[in-house]
């Protein structure tokens, strides 16, 4: 593992990590990462197949599944199989590759979920002078996801940051940088923190409170309520992903502050280091669930993708989506 990595730490900065828990680690991750797959792939293809689902805002949510369905797809595979390796098996440069996709793919999540929330508070925002949101609103937010993603995963390639194992020794990610460290990789660090993490989550809740407030007061006809039932499967699905990202907030902080604080880097707790990949893992495949229990028009679409078949609906219900 060491010779894979060029860094003044001499590759893997972190201690003896016991190789029982690289098993469960990959096994877990091959697990959730099928899962999230597959959840991810039938509402993309339910996406491609259904004629429910034409609103404006169900770009939003497909966005969303593309951050979730990309992270599965190119994260599992090299992760699982490399943490039941025990070291990481596919060369130094797909250990960048990796990383920095696994990057992309978390900021991209973030911001796709800001998006949602964002659009949720806008439209409720605007109903009370009758005005809808144009296509290049939602096509504008798409692009900005994708650039900002890339904007700031592609610095660590270049020196500014550095990609290197994780805590378990198995998994390339971003490794943050000491006090001792180049001001490239502190000038980098800071802004990630801020503009991919810290604002983002501070501008997720305000807009959250402030769109159910407005939707209590202005939503009230029956199409008008479907809009709130979408709005609570987006903020169920906002609530419950943040919540499992919440070990590798924890992760990043074990790491950093005896960093910035005292200039050495910590051994991390096993069980910490296990549990934070398992939930962003098991993160990507929320979304999905939340629309399935919440949101009676992405239900109908996705239960009858294939043959149409609402039954599940009440009859009124299953008439009118047929009608659509």
């Given at each position: ?44 293809a339910t996406f491609i197949h259904s004629h429910l689902l034409i609103s404006k805002s169900h770009i939003l949510v497909l966005n969303l599944c593309t951050a979730s369905l990309g992270r599965n797809i190119l994260g599992f595979p090299f992760s699982g199989s490399s943490a039941i390796a025990k070291r990481w098996i596919f060369g ?34 605007r109903n009370r002078r009758e005005k809808r949101l144009h296509f290049r609103f939602y096509f504008t937010v798409v692009g900005i996801c994708w650039m900002k993603s890339a904007i700031f995963a592609t610095p660590p ?168």
């Amino acid at each position: 593992m060491q010779a894979l990595f060029d860094y003044h730490e001499n590759g893997c900065p972190w201690y003896y990590f016991d190789s029982s828990y690289k098993t469960l680690l990959g096994a877990c991750l091959i697990v959730f990462g099928v899962f999230g797959v597959l959840v991810n792939g039938w509402l993309f293809a339910t996406f491609i197949h259904s004629h429910l689902l034409i609103s404006k805002s169900h770009i939003l949510v497909l966005n969303l599944c593309t951050a979730s369905l990309g992270r599965n797809i190119l994260g599992f595979p090299f992760s699982g199989s490399s943490a039941i390796a025990k070291r990481w098996i596919f060369g130094s440069a797909c250990c960048q590759l990796f990383a920095f996709l696994n990057q992309f793919f978390g900021i991209f999540q973030m911001n796709a979920l800001f998006a949602l929330v964002l659009e949720r508070y806008l439209l409720a925002r605007r109903n009370r002078r009758e005005k809808r949101l144009h296509f290049r609103f939602y096509f504008t937010v798409v692009g900005i996801c994708w650039m900002k993603s890339a904007i700031f995963a592609t610095p660590p390639l270049f020196g500014y940051g550095v990609y290197s194992c994780d805590s378990t020794g198995t998994i390339c990610s971003f490794l943050w940088p000491a006090l001792t460290s180049s001001t490239k990789e502190l000038g980098y660090s800071v802004p990630y923190v801020l503009l991919c993490g810290l604002v983002p989550l501070v501008a997720i809740f305000h807009f959250m409170g402030k769109a159910v407030r407005l939707e209590q007061i202005y939503y009230r006809n029956e199409q008008l309520k479907e809009e709130k039932r979408l709005t609570q499967s987006v903020h169920g699905a906002c609530i419950a992903t943040l919540a499992l990202w919440i070990p590798a907030g924890v992760l990043a902080g074990w790491q950093w502050v005896p960093l910035l604080i005292y200039g050495y880097r910590p051994h991390v707790p096993p069980a910490l280091s296990l549990l934070a990949p398992i939930a962003s893992e098991a993160a990507t495949s929320i979304p999905v669930l939340c629309y399935l229990c919440g949101d009676e028009r992405l239900r109908a679409a996705l239960l009858g993708r294939m043959r149409k078949q609402y039954g599940l609906l009440r009859p009124d219900r299953a008439q009118r989506y047929m009608r659509a």
